[in-house]
């Protein structure tokens, strides 16, 4: 049976729910299935923190279970619908948020993780080359160069995401075609977010910014003060 909507991930049955369905965003993301065994490719295409509309092509049957994954983002769901190369899943339990979907990361925090989430915790820190936090760490201790340091880390994850998405669109031809200055445009972003997140992890700024090799935002950093 074909869903009400193409962005209804949980397909007509939902429709029947008493209660109103959860608010999706309609997005891009590459993740992972596993279903009896066998692993496959998949995008989420619409998202919320009950369900979501996946496309691929070996996608399971409507009433299948299967685990859906990307990064560090781990839940299981069941397959409600299926149709032309698209399938809408109810999650078994509420995982992550949707902005956690996104960046595929659970939020780095210490103080009281207990068992897996604090072992998830310390995976992230030592794949990103971080030092790991004490196990209780005081209250109020942030000092402003570790908070200049952890936003100069968000401008580049930042870019990274801006990398995948053009990664993405460029695949696609008919995308390629009719937006390729936005596309160039996605991609000067990049590289302006690249240079102002090594300007900002660098000891010595004002050097990071007289090396940056784009001439027009290396002189638009060092401008003279208009006051």
Known sequence: ???????????????????????????????TIECGGTRAPV???NLSETGAMLDGAALPDPG???????????VGATVVWREAGRCGVRFDAIAATVDE????KRPATFAGQQGQA?????????????VLPAEH?????????????????EVIHVQRLIDALG?????????????MRLLQNLDRASQILEHLGAVLGASDR??????????????????????
């Open 43 to 45: 995008r989420i295409r």
């Open 64 to 74: 299948v279970s299967l685990t859906l994954s990307r990064a560090e983002i781990v």
């Open 206 to 227: 004002v050097a990071a910014a007289q090396g940056i090799a784009m001439q027009d935002l290396r002189e638009r950093l060092l401008r003279k003060p208009i006051f």
């Open 1 to 31: 049976m074909r869903p009400m909507t193409s962005s209804d991930s949980d397909g007509p049955q939902r429709a029947a729910a008493v209660q109103p369905r959860p608010q999706r965003k309609n997005l891009m993301l590459s993740a």
């Open 167 to 179: 990664e993405e669109l460029v695949e696609d031809p008919v995308m390629l075609q009719r937006h």
């Open 101 to 104: 979907w996104v960046t595929g």
């Open 137 to 153: 760490p005081a209250a109020g201790t942030l000092d402003a160069a570790e908070l200049e340091r952890r936003v100069a880390e």
């Open 118 to 130: 604090r072992v998830d915790a310390i995976q992230t820190a030592v794949r990103a080359g971080a």
